[in-house]
């Protein structure tokens, strides 16, 4: 197995792919903060059981309980976007507000390059304990 399929760097890799499209969708909000009836978008939050079954590799677990965690893949790996008006309409029918924007725009930052520590670090102490 090779490291980078490791289901935790697998998790890892799939947040940071969903930070960076939801990075690109709140910069085209920024972008039209001024165009007529531009209605504010954002993608729709990851759902933890769906990442972890879409990084979940090998056998399948049978689950004997209703208390069991299901670990069947079902996340398809494309992200959905929903228009997500952030305030009022501006009389020119613009949904942005640019402070919560920014906002948002910080937050995927800060919680992206917490990410990427996490993999590195992963990665890091993984080459450690195979004496790379």
Do not use: C
């Amino acid at each position: 197995m090779d490291l980078p399929d490791v289901p935790l760097l697998a998790m890892l890799r799939e947040r940071m792919t969903w930070l960076h499209q939801r990075q690109d969708v709140l910069s085209e909000n920024v972008a039209n903060a001024d165009t007529p009836n531009y209605v504010a978008r954002d993608l729709k939050p990851l759902d933890f059981e769906q990442t972890l079954g879409a990084t979940t590799t090998g056998p399948s677990l049978v689950t004997t309980n209703v208390r069991h965690f299901s670990l069947t893949p079902t996340h398809a790996g494309k992200f959905e976007d929903h228009e997500t008006p952030d305030q009022e309409s501006s009389p020119n029918g613009n949904s942005v507000a640019l402070e919560a924007e920014m906002v948002k725009v910080s937050d995927t930052q800060a919680q992206f390059q917490a990410a990427a520590n996490l993999y590195a670090k992963a990665m890091s102490m993984m080459k450690e304990a195979i004496g790379h």
